[in-house]
């Protein structure tokens, strides 16, 4: 009687023992993966922080042109006469004007604006 008690203690003790070392190598791998992973996101982040930095310098260089050419289109869209399409001298300056400055920010796009 003894030994049956003896061999179900061990039984016992050699699952304890398992489960024990199945979550202990369960946790080791976790830690690897999240590791690789880790290892992985700031190998990406470092790769694109030289484009978002020029592309950032892109955005601030056409700031204050978008704003100016905002300002002069409102008031063409506020007129009466917003259906016509004939457009004064210095509304065609101001749109070539946009084209330059828009074709001045290097490596931003792919592709340029035509102009007239």
């Known amino acids: 009687m003894k030994i049956r008690y003896v061999i179900g203690l061990c039984a016992v003790l050699c699952c304890i023992t398992g489960l024990l070392s199945w979550r202990f190598g369960w946790s080791a791998h976790a830690d690897h ?6 290892d992985k996101r700031a190998k990406a982040e470092k790769a694109i922080q030289p484009v978002e930095r020029k592309a950032a310098q892109a955005i601030d260089e056409g700031k204050v ?14 007129s009466p006469d917003r259906t016509r399409c004939d457009f ?25 604006v035509q102009g007239k």
């Not at 004064?88 to 792919?110: C, T």
């Open 65 to 78: 042109i978008y704003r100016t050419i905002t300002r002069d289109v409102v008031k063409y869209v506020q």
């Open 88 to 112: 004064d001298d210095e509304s065609v300056r101001l749109r070539q004007r946009a084209i330059d400055a828009a074709n001045s920010i290097s490596g931003f796009d792919a592709g340029t």
């Open 33 to 38: 993966i999240n590791t690789l992973a880790a």
